[in-house]
Every structure is written in structure tokens, then in C-alpha cells.
């Protein structure tokens, strides 16, 4: 047993594929503005009634399936009453005593997270605190997420530090992507995590609504170093439920923890049941998810295990590399998408998906790299420039003079004339530094504006130096 224990309930958006919200025919919000999105049922107005929407269903049944959930043989929704201004009507539609799917799993690395549940609910309405919690004077809400459609993935306490909730998120978010169902420029995955240490006996403290995964890091790593601290001070933890204030970057202290029976679970009178047949189960068509196509592209292509899993971690990005990989040696696909393409990403912020890229253009590129006409400081350049709009590779490269110099004799002299100008560097290599070779290197690049070749020049320059 570890000296940490984490269980993770996760709310994931159902919101791509699906045209209006759990209950009612209001669209699933995009970016309207506040509060006029929303419709008598969205606010709870005496005599509207509530009607299901299958579409939330077969998204909802095929995350169940993908997590290896035993499933329900029917869809009961219940009331979850609390009295908090997001929730008009006093109470959340949700299931509890019959959830959709239980005893799923789900593998991080070479460990298994237990499932408890996957469940369905409508999602309240936005709480928006200016300031920050802890400073805002006041609160403004905004109706229009309230009854959009919710999944929400419970695990037992198997998680043992937050690195591992983060692991579990990513694999959790990979699985949604590649079933279609959740779209991160409209929806959130937000996250309530329970938390206890060892030396408290595992007192269990819950932190709510927590987004992002470095958020849910950041979180989990406070909420346990404070726990730790209060119980060095000889102060004692108690159940209860906290905040995390994003701005502070401090769990606070809301409410004492509740028990279920708290909630005042009904069934929801105005809902019939629904049978979950069969053949509805047999009808789910699963892609295949990031972990198989991980085996296989490592056989297929014969690729090193750590470059198919992080290849296929992101949808997008395997479907890139198996189009890139039928024109170019597959391992420099794996080895330029996975590190240098993720990183120009990473430095613009933008995401793969968003980002209109002429995988054509870098096939080209990629092949000048492989025949060594172009240097790998010149083809990152270029790959940053195709991250931001298309253009003929072939054609710029000619305009800009960007050949790799590959005349031999051409790159003696670079090279000689570095050696001759530093003679000081020349005699550190020669008295064991090796930083002083890349010094050396440098100085050619610099000369020949990136266009000579690293490799090349370091042979050479030893040559010259002995």
C-alpha cells in the first residue's frame, strides 16, 4: 500500500457529435454570449419537463465500453438534491443507484486504474469568480452550459501520486478523442479528486472542480503537502471538501464532506426508464484506441515503443505519421513528428488539430533532410514556417539559397578557417573538452547560415585539430 491514496472523479463533456443539450432542444453552447443559450428546462421553470436525448446514450455507452465497463441493463436517472445558485431547480439530474457502467479499467504505463462507475448527467451552469474565489466580491452565472450533457468517470482510490492522476488523464482524454465523442474547443474535463496520506490513517479530504492537467497536478501535490504539514503540526485533518483556487494556487476550505444520504437521492419522476438491449450494445462500433494502434505501428513500421506510444497519444498525430510514414523511412517520420513537430507546437501553443498542415509539404521536406540537401537547423526552420501557413518547400529552399553545403572541399575550408580563428578552443579540444568541438561547429553553421552539415563538420574538424 502507498503512502498516498488518489480516486479521481472525472467530468468529460459529451459534446461532439451530439447536436443539443441532455434534456431539452437547446444547442450545445459554443461561445455564445452568457445566458442566452438556454430555455424553460435549462432554467427550471414550474411545468417544463425534461426529455432525453439517445444521442447522449450511444456516446455515453460507447466510453463505457471502451473502459471495459460491465453495462446496465437499463438507464435510470435520479435527483441529486443540493441548493447552490448553478443548479436552478435545487437538485442535478444524475444516476446513482444504477449507473450506466461499473468495473471498467483502465492501464497507465504498466498499472491498471480500477473504475468504480461511468455514469451520465447534466452539467450545472458556469460560476464565474472574478478575482479569483478567495477575492472575488462577487459571483456571476451563466446559464448557458446548465444541462449539457456530462460522463463522469469514477476510479477507486488505486492512484498513488499526482504524476499518475496526470497519466490517467491523458489516457482517459486520448480514449474520448478517439471515440469522437468529446471536443476540447467547446467542452472541459474538469475533475474532483479525493485525497489521503498514510499518516492520517487516509483521512479522506475531496478537492472540487479542478481543470486542466497541470491544474490537477498542481493541486494534488499542494492538497498532500498541506495535509502532511497540518498533521507534523500535530493538527488534525478532518473529512471535508475543498476548493482549488487556480490564481493562489491553494486548496480552501468550503464545507465539511458529505455522505450521499446528504443528497437526498429520488428517481427522477419526470423520466422513463430505457431498456439497454443487446442489440444496442452489439451495434457499438470501437475504433482502435491508442494502445493497439501503439502495438501496432511498432510492428508495422518498426518503430521503437516510446515513439509509438507518443505518436498515438494524440489521434491526430498517429493518422499524420502513418500518411507521412508511406512516403519517407518511417523511423525519421516517428523521430521529427513526435519531438520536432510537438515542440514547435508547444512553443505556438496550438494544437495539431487546429492547425491546417500540408503534410505534403513536409513529406518533401523531410525527404530533402533524408538526401542531405537540406541541414536539420534548416529543416526546423522550415518546419516552424509550415506550422503557420503552407508554402512549396522545394521552391523556397531554392529561392533562400538553403542547400546544404556539400562540396567537400567548400566545408575544409569553413572548417579550417574556424580552427585558424580560435586557436584557443582548438587546444581546449585537444586537452579533452568536447564542448569545445561544438564551439567550433558553431562557428562553421554560423559562417554558412545554417546550411552546413553538423556531422560532416565535426569529422572534418577533428581531422584538422590532430
Not at 47 to 68: I, M, R
Not at 86 to 96: E, G, S, V
Not at 166 to 175: D, H, N, T, V
Not at 385 to 412: C, G, P
Request: some cysteine; hydrophobic content about 35%.
Amino acid at each position: 500500500m502507498g503512502t498516498v491514496k488518489i480516486g479521481l472523479e472525472v467530468h468529460i463533456s459529451l459534446n461532439k457529435g451530439i447536436k443539443t443539450k441532455m434534456f431539452c432542444g437547446c444547442k450545445l453552447p459554443t461561445k455564445p454570449e452568457p445566458n442566452t443559450n438556454c430555455c424553460p428546462i435549462c432554467l427550471a421553470h414550474p411545468g417544463a419537463k425534461p426529455s432525453f436525448n439517445k444521442e447522449v446514450l450511444n456516446a455515453a455507452l460507447k466510453l463505457a465500453t471502451a473502459l471495459k465497463c460491465d453495462t446496465a441493463k437499463q438507464l435510470l436517472f435520479s435527483r441529486k438534491t443540493y441548493f447552490y445558485p448553478d443548479l436552478p431547480a435545487n437538485y442535478q439530474i444524475t444516476q446513482y443507484e444504477a449507473p450506466l457502467g461499473i468495473n471498467g479499467k483502465l492501464d497507465i504505463d504498466a498499472k491498471t486504474i480500477a473504475l468504480k462507475r461511468v455514469h451520465i448527467e447534466e452539467d450545472p451552469a458556469a460560476l464565474i469568480h472574478p478575482g479569483g474565489v478567495a477575492n472575488a466580491g462577487f459571483t456571476l452565472i451563466d446559464y448557458n452550459r446548465a444541462g449539457t450533457p456530462l460522463a463522469e468517470v469514477v476510479t477507486e482510490p488505486d492512484i498513488e501520486s499526482p504524476e499518475e492522476a496526470r497519466q490517467f488523464l491523458k489516457a482517459l482524454l486520448s480514449i474520448v478523442d478517439y471515440l469522437g465523442i468529446y471536443e476540447s474547443e467547446t467542452g472541459t474535463i474538469k475533475a474532483d479528486a479525493n485525497v489521503s496520506i498514510k499518516e492520517t490513517g487516509y483521512i479522506r479530504v475531496e478537492i472540487k472542480n479542478i481543470s486542466g492537467f497541470k491544474e490537477i497536478e498542481s493541486a494534488l501535490n499542494y492538497e498532500i503537502e498541506r495535509q502532511r504539514k497540518c498533521f507534523q503540526a500535530g493538527e488534525s485533518i478532518q473529512q471535508e471538501t475543498r476548493g482549488w483556487d487556480a490564481v493562489s494556487q491553494q486548496t480552501y476550505a468550503m464545507r465539511t464532506k458529505e455522505t450521499e444520504d446528504d443528497y437526498g437521492y429520488i428517481s427522477e419522476p419526470n423520466l422513463t426508464t430505457i431498456d439497454i438491449t443487446d442489440d444496442m450494445i452489439k451495434r457499438i462500433e470501437l475504433p482502435e484506441l491508442a494502445n493497439a494502434r501503439a502495438k501496432r505501428l511498432k510492428e508495422d513500421y518498426n518503430i521503437a515503443a516510446d515513439d509509438a506510444n507518443a505518436l498515438t497519444a494524440d489521434m491526430e498525430l498517429a493518422e499524420l505519421f502513418e500518411r507521412v510514414a508511406k512516403e519517407i523511412d518511417p523511423i525519421l517520420a516517428a523521430k521529427w513528428l513526435r519531438k520536432e513537430l510537438v515542440n514547435v507546437l508547444k512553443e505556438k501553443k496550438k494544437k495539431l488539430k487546429l492547425v491546417k498542415f500540408d503534410e505534403t509539404q513536409m513529406v518533401t521536406l523531410l525527404k530533402m533532410f533524408e538526401k542531405g540537401e537540406i541541414t536539420d537547423v534548416t529543416a526546423r526552420e522550415l518546419l516552424e514556417k509550415l506550422a503557420k501557413k503552407s508554402f512549396d518547400v522545394s521552391e523556397y529552399v531554392e529561392n533562400k539559397d538553403l542547400r546544404a553545403v556539400s562540396d567537400t572541399k567548400e566545408l575544409e575550408n569553413y572548417c579550417k578557417e574556424a580552427v585558424e580563428d580560435h586557436p584557443r578552443v582548438a587546444d581546449d579540444y585537444k586537452a579533452g573538452k568536447e564542448e569545445a568541438l561544438n564551439y567550433l561547429v558553431g562557428k562553421v553553421m554560423k559562417k554558412t547560415k545554417g546550411k552546413a552539415p553538423a556531422g560532416k563538420c565535426k569529422e572534418i574538424i577533428k581531422e584538422l585539430i590532430k
